[in-house]
């Protein structure tokens, strides 16, 4: 599979922004990149059977991508209505989290597309159902991670757990980004400059990249994105290098895969 999981240390952490602009920038450097949300919450669909997103109305907002109607259910093959953990959503809508579904979705967009980033629901451990995790049905799409970490106090913990935890199930993990979602307070300047620095040190993880909290534009327009282009070609080029080492010590792989 070609392509990137984008998971997060928490719901909200930032991870619609950072798969929006990966897929933008990937796009803007002639890639093929598709974004993906395997389980939205918070949606549902419409009378017309399309399902509703949020998170992927942000992904059209940075990137105008053709997709027709088959192309969408492939990218969000799961829609529950319920804004609240998928497991509480899949219950009360007695629609279950089909696995299969996700892998077969996934399946389609990687022979159509050069790559596709997908992004989870809340962080790794979120239920999607009594016996299911976000964390089986990554280890199931078999992409390899990037960490959206919210830099604030308290995100130290919920890195190193994450990554913890990833480890421990051999998911492998390209790298961090770490996000400022709010105005950060000035009080907090050496907080969120040393955050970066120990959870690289301690998780032993590569920074990817640090994305400042944007002020004079709304998310979702275009002044907005342009922002955080400067930063996120950053980010796309540590990617590319990643990806071209990977292929080098995999041999007859393309530069594109990770
Ligand atoms: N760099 C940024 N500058 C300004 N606002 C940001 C930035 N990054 C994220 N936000 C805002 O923070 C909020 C949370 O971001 P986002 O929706 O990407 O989180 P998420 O991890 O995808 O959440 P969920 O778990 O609900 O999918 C959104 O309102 C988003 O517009
Ligand atoms: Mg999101």
Known sequence: MNGFFVAGTDTDAGKTIVTAALV???????????????????????????????????????????????EIQDMIPLSLSAPCSPHLASRMEGRACDTGLVLAALKRLCVRHDLVIAEGAGGINVPLSETLTSLDLIKEMGLPIILVIRNVLGCINHALNTIQVLRLHKVPILGAVMTETSSPQVCDTFILEDNPRIISLT????????????????????????????????????????????????????????
């Open 24 to 70: 933008r920038q990937m796009r803007m450097q002639g890639i093929d990149a598709v974004p993906m949300k395997p389980v939205q919450t918070g949606g549902g669909y419409t009378r017309d059977g399309s399902p509703i997103s949020p998170d992927f109305d942000v992904y059209c907002s940075a990137s105008s991508f053709l997709g027709n109607g088959d």
């Open 203 to 258: 998780g032993d993880i590569p920074i990817l990249g640090n994305l400042p909290f944007i002020e004079k534009a709304h998310p979702g327009t275009e002044p907005f994105w342009e922002a955080l282009d400067v930063y996120m070609s950053g980010i796309a080029d540590a990617l590319f290098k990643k990806a071209a080492k990977t292929a080098m010590d995999r041999p007859g792989q393309s530069t594109h895969n990770t």
